[in-house]
């Protein structure tokens, strides 16, 4: 008696490649969420009486006499005024502190004559100098300009400083050994490793700017967005004065996105970690 034993055949199962994950697109839209809501609380709370219109006035209100300020044109040459400030000062803050902040970094003197006095000018408040400043330029534009020179530079500084120190030794090793020169080596491994911190200084040093020229625009002031403010304090109009702090809030946030956009077209090439 034979038996004969075959065998199945091998059954092959195919999976299905896995759909390509979607990705996800940031909704911008959902930063104005918050802000439009505290506006709307704000709104609602002045017409029920629950903040008072000679403390806090409405919105409504703000945004009517920004709209008279305007037509009337006063607002643009004293934002005319407070731009030249901010500008002048944040360029001659910006200039030393790259200029130092690169000096101490890379060199060994730099950094044993620059870094000490700077480590401890910074510990103190430079709104707190607008006295010495008085004495120092008088107080004219020159006091306004230094408050906005002084308040961008050291942020600006520490973060050159910082950027350039925290490049990996090992690139600049690599690039010697492919024969670049020192001044090839800063272009093409110091300049762009140091980039993302730059930025991120030059960030903080507007917001410090602005700061400043709030409280610079406050001493003896003709024109500027302070002046109208201290002007409107005289006479108790309290919504000119909440006017001119939404015009500086306005004009912070327009010079950080100005320059979070710069950021992200000059570093295409780094990408970061994105908020989920």
Not at 10 to 17: C, F, K, L, S, Y
């Amino acid at each position: 008696m034979t038996s004969t034993t075959g065998t199945a055949p091998a059954v092959t199962t195919t999976t299905p490649a896995p759909a390509p994950a979607r990705v996800r697109r940031p909704r911008r839209w959902y930063r104005l969420v918050s802000p439009i809501a505290l506006v709307v609380l704000w709104e609602a709370g002045s017409r029920t009486g629950v903040l008072p219109d000679d403390k806090v006035p409405a919105p409504s209100v703000v945004v009517r006499t920004g709209w008279r300020l305007a037509t009337e044109g006063a607002l643009t040459d004293h934002l005319v005024a407070s731009l030249t400030r901010a500008a002048v000062g944040l360029l001659i803050g910006g200039v030393l502190a790259v200029a130092l902040g690169a000096a101490a970094a890379l060199l060994r003197l730099g950094d044993n004559v620059i870094d000490p006095p700077v480590q401890m000018a910074r510990m103190l408040p430079h709104l707190g100098l607008v006295p010495l400043l008085i004495i120092w330029v008088g107080i004219g534009e020159e006091l306004k300009i230094s408050l906005v020179a002084l308040g961008s530079f050291f942020p600006l500084y520490f973060n050159t400083y910082a950027g350039i120190r925290d490049i990996d030794q090992r690139l600049v090793e690599a690039a010697k050994t492919c024969g670049l020169g020192q001044w090839q080596r800063l272009r093409h491994v110091v300049l762009p490793g140091a980039l993302p911190s730059l930025f991120l200084g030059l960030r903080l040093a507007i917001g410090a700017a602005w700061l400043s020229l709030v409280v610079g625009e406050q001493v003896n002031a003709q024109t500027g967005i302070g002046f109208l403010m201290m002007e409107a304090r005289e006479f108790a109009q309290t919504d000119v004065v909440v006017f001119g702090l939404l015009v500086y809030a306005l004009l912070g946030l327009l010079s950080d996105v100005l320059i979070r956009t710069a950021e992200r077209r000059t570093l295409a090439w780094r990408r970061g970690l994105q908020a989920t």
